[in-house]
């Protein structure tokens, strides 16, 4: 490390190494245009080049481990990453959005029973395929194993454009809404204010017998299907722990165990939060509420009921963390395969953490600060997370029976991703079928990355001036934080 920051105090030293550096790279690029697709997005910088040799001397010198992400998360980890990052908002924000669709009480249940049921169904799923390409990146890396190289950009495209910081700064507007909700006990809580905040973070019982709990039951097909995508927008995270993967200490053991112990604790934790929601609140007083776990609050813990506001907030703020942690492996990933720029995956050479990514990550979300609906940003997208989602699973199935070979510690009955996949298939067509419009929208958006897919990474031959400036600009901001490439 002390020879990187030598290294970067020299100016003159540097300037006249990093200009044999660019040159030399950009001779060889004019000769075969870029070295090959891995660098086509953005070519390595020779800033990198000379950091690496940098870090590998020093490494040398000192007996160090080459810079790499390290086997870290244990088990437990695992559990507390599904666990504290789908136990975020959803539980205090979706019950409204479910009962809504559903129309009564023993509906509603049911929906967040199914959904839990399906979130796990769709968990071990993965656990195969977490357990068979033992790649990070989650969707992303088996999309990119099965269906090529252009719909995993897609699917990375909208991850890092759309879905990955509009949830994350969802779940952080909600943690700063609970957190002055104390404050402004009797009006809504200004936006500007729940703004500000998340940015700083990053009734009857009657209703519950048996005969009045279905009352009111909405049998549309259609509002069903929405009351799904309602709670299972709260469980979303069941298949995070995939996308860390190579972090993972013991993956092919402790990745599916982690995902079996993980959710039937959320599935029973959601259930019993919505019936003691419903103990207390009606479902026309959910409808009118604004922040339900506080409603909650006040009506049984009277001057105590401020602890729910800060327990609200904890979780959110966990699940942010969970959220950001996870996201920035996905870019990282992303960039090492030739998708994004290759800063993004350079690694602190003592925090062994890809700091490039993560500050990406941060400032996308940040900038979802300035929408001014940014729910339904989200709707615009729902079909299509469900479709990669699908897709994943049907790739496992075609990796059964072309690459029968591939060891698979876990194998999980046929029927199980049959039918997930038409589960998933049923939630996109109601999507499709109720909101046409925003669906129209998403499409449209995802089309956008067809081009700058081929700008970015097939277009290989780019011109000299163009690959110089990436180079300049790769090695400056590799300095300023002072990462290096991964040594394999």
Not at 137 to 158: H, N, Q, R, T
Not at 371 to 400: H, P, T, Y
Not at 462 to 473: G, V
């Amino acid at each position: 490390m002390s020879n990187l920051k030598k290294r970067s105090s020299g100016a003159s030293g540097d300037r006249d190494e990093d200009k044999q550096v660019t040159e030399k790279m950009l001779s060889s690029g004019g000769e075969n245009g870029s070295a090959s697709r891995a660098e086509s997005a953005a070519a390595r910088s020779p800033g990198s080049e000379v950091a690496a040799s940098a870090a590998a001397a020093a490494a040398a010198a000192d007996g160090e481990d080459a810079v790499a992400l390290k086997r870290t998360i244990t088990l437990t980890n695992g559990v507390a990453i599904i666990v504290g990052t789908i136990i975020g908002s959803g539980i205090f924000v979706t019950p409204t959005g479910v009962v809504k669709e559903a129309g009564s009480v023993g509906l509603s249940l049911v929906v967040w029973a199914v959904c839990g049921v399906f979130s796990t169904v769709g968990a071990l799923c993965y656990a195969e395929l977490g357990t068979t390409i033992t790649k990070s990146g989650g969707d992303y890396a088996y999309i990119l194993e099965v269906y090529g190289s252009l719909p995993a950009f897609l699917k990375l495209w909208i991850e890092l454009l759309i879905i990955r910081p509009s949830s994350q700064y969802i779940v952080a507007y909600v943690f700063a809404t609970y957190l002055l909700k104390p404050i402004f006990p009797f009006c809504p809580v200004p936006e500007t204010g729940a703004k500000l905040v998340a940015c700083l973070c990053i009734r009857d019982v009657a209703a519950l017998l048996p005969e009045n709990s279905f009352k009111g039951s909405n049998s549309d097909f259609g509002n069903i299907g929405l009351a799904l995508y309602s709670g299972l927008f709260a469980y979303g995270g069941w298949n995070y722990l995939n996308f860390v993967t190579e972090e993972m200490i013991e993956p092919y053991k402790n990745l599916p165990r982690a995902i079996i112990i993980s959710l039937p604790i959320v599935t029973l934790v959601y259930v019993l939060t919505n019936l003691a929601y419903f103990t207390t609140l009606s479902p026309e007083d959910m409808l009118n509420s604004e922040a339900v776990a506080v409603d909650f609050g006040n009506y049984h813990l009277g001057p105590m009921a401020w602890i729910i506001p800060v327990f609200v907030g904890l979780s959110c703020f966990g699940s942010v963390n969970g959220s950001l942690f996870t996201s920035s492996r996905l870019f990282f990933v992303g960039s090492r395969e030739g998708h994004l720029p290759s800063l993004l995956s350079m690694i602190h050479p003592t925090l062994l953490t890809p700091l490039p990514s993560l500050l990406f990550t941060c400032v996308m979300t940040l900038l979802y600060a300035f929408s001014n609906d940014i729910f339904s940003v989200i709707n615009f997208f729902s079909f299509f997370n469900w479709l990669c989602i699908a897709m994943a699973i049907l790739g496992m199935m075609w990796l059964r029976y072309k690459k029968p070979e591939l060891e698979r510690p876990i194998k999980v009955n046929i029927l199980l991703p049959i039918s997930f996949v038409l589960a998933c298939l049923f939630l996109i067509v109601v999507s499709i079928w109720k909101t046409p419009a925003e669906c129209g929208i998403g499409l449209a958006i995802i089309i956008t990355g067809v081009p700058v897919y081929f700008f970015g990474v097939w277009w290989q031959n780019k011109p000299k001036w163009l690959l110089q400036a990436i180079f300049s600009t790769t090695a400056t901001c590799q300095k300023m934080m002072e990462v290096v490439p991964q040594e394999s």
